[in-house]
């Protein structure tokens, strides 16, 4: 069976493809002595995981609690949650789950740090943490210097918690116009937070982690002295998004979502590609148009709009066009959400289908 013989909307990715991918940035990570731990909310497939690991890596990074525990009973132990835990419920199942795996968390605050210490000391345990630091995202983390400074003095005074580092994510390089930019914010990434940790050790605070990246930023950033882990995610599949930022180009693309053509006007093609298929979501917005690209059509077609079931495209040139029932390959602009909407996808060789795998982790929003 090809991938054009399955039934549709169909979740493919590429093995050959995501081989490439998990080699060329263990290789970044391993050039510049640094620990690779990739986001695995890009791909949520133990599978893959476990790839990535026999690649090199040095344990993965997860989103949520949910998640963790997905990648936990596949017996992937040494597991980062990267998002500040608040809860009971939830700070119950990161302590049974701390019973059994390499565990660590990472917060900005000393109201979450106080949460955590409380509950792991009244089960006899400790939880390792990093305190995420601001790069200039301004979503999580506190100001570099002097504000993670007096965080981590008063974290260390806590029993249940172990500081063993900083982390930062500078989720706005996918803002960025080109590479100069992309690098720039990448050296002040690391710099930002290495300068951090020098100022904790003045103070006799041990920093054993200073964990930073983006796909993009990873391989400027792995380079900066003082960075010991880099923790891009992305990479395994790439996507529009990616290809817009020149982090990769459309061969690099692992992950597509195949399409038939349902209906053909003069100005428009509707595929069955809607918002439950492809993700209306976009990472550098400024630089991608439409909601993916039509491999073999990108000059024809533009996907001008998402509803729900349908894809609209717009004609561009109507020289070179698919037929109604033709089958086409769509590039998605996030591939992390994209793979969300699905329960599987099919691993592909040479266009060939091998074997299908369940995204275990999807839905994973606890």
């Not at 660590?104 to 109201?111: E, G, H």
């Not at 930002?192 to 930023?217: F, H, K, M, N, Y």
């Not at 093609?269 to 400024?286: F, P, Y």
Request: hydrophobic residues 40%; charged residues 30%; contains cysteine.
């Amino acid at each position: 069976m090809t991938i054009f013989d399955l039934d549709t909307p169909a979740l493919v990715v590429d093995f050959d493809k995501l081989d490439r991918n998990l080699a060329r940035m263990q290789k970044i990570a391993d050039d510049a002595r640094v620990k690779l731990r990739p986001h695995t909310k890009t791909h949520k497939t133990p599978a893959i995981a476990q790839k990535q690991l026999r690649a090199g890596a040095r344990g993965i990074t997860v989103a949520k609690v949910g998640e963790a525990e997905v990648m936990e009973r596949a017996n992937i132990i040494d597991l980062l949650i990267a998002f500040p835990l608040q809860g009971a419920l939830k700070l119950e199942r990161l302590l049974e789950l701390n019973e059994r795996a390499n565990l660590r968390v990472t917060l900005d605050s000393i109201k979450v740090a106080r949460d955590i210490s409380d509950a792991a000391e009244a089960r006899n345990q400790r939880v390792k943490i990093l305190v995420e630091v601001d790069p200039g995202y301004h979503r999580v983390g506190v100001l570099p210097g002097e504000a993670v400074r007096e965080l981590v003095r008063e974290i260390v005074k806590l029993r249940g918690v172990e500081f063993i580092g900083l982390l930062t994510h500078a989720g706005h390089v996918y803002g960025s116009k080109d590479i100069e930019e992309i690098a720039e914010i990448a050296e002040y990434e690391g710099e930002c937070v290495v300068e951090s940790a020098e100022l904790l050790r003045r103070d006799g605070i041990p920093v054993q982690e200073v964990s930073v990246g983006s796909t993009p930023t990873a391989p400027f950033v792995a380079r900066v002295p003082g960075v010991t882990e880099i923790r891009p995610g992305n990479y395994v599949f790439y996507d529009a998004s990616q290809i817009a930022l020149r982090s990769c180009t459309p061969d690099d693309c692992a992950l597509s979502v195949i399409g038939t053509v349902v209906a053909k006007h003069p100005d428009r093609v509707i595929l069955d590609t809607g918002t439950k298929a492809l993700t209306s979501d976009k990472l550098a917005a400024q630089l991608v148009m439409g909601h993916g690209l039509v491999k073999g059509y990108e000059n024809n077609l533009s996907i001008e709009r998402l509803s729900e079931e349908h894809a609209t495209v717009k004609v561009i040139d109507s020289s070179y066009l698919p037929s109604i029932g033709d089958k086409v390959e769509i590039i998605p602009n996030h591939a992390c959400a994209t793979v969300n909407l699905y329960d599987k996808f099919f691993a592909a060789r040479s266009g060939e289908v091998v074997e299908e795998y369940r995204i275990e982790g999807r839905g994973k929003t606890q």
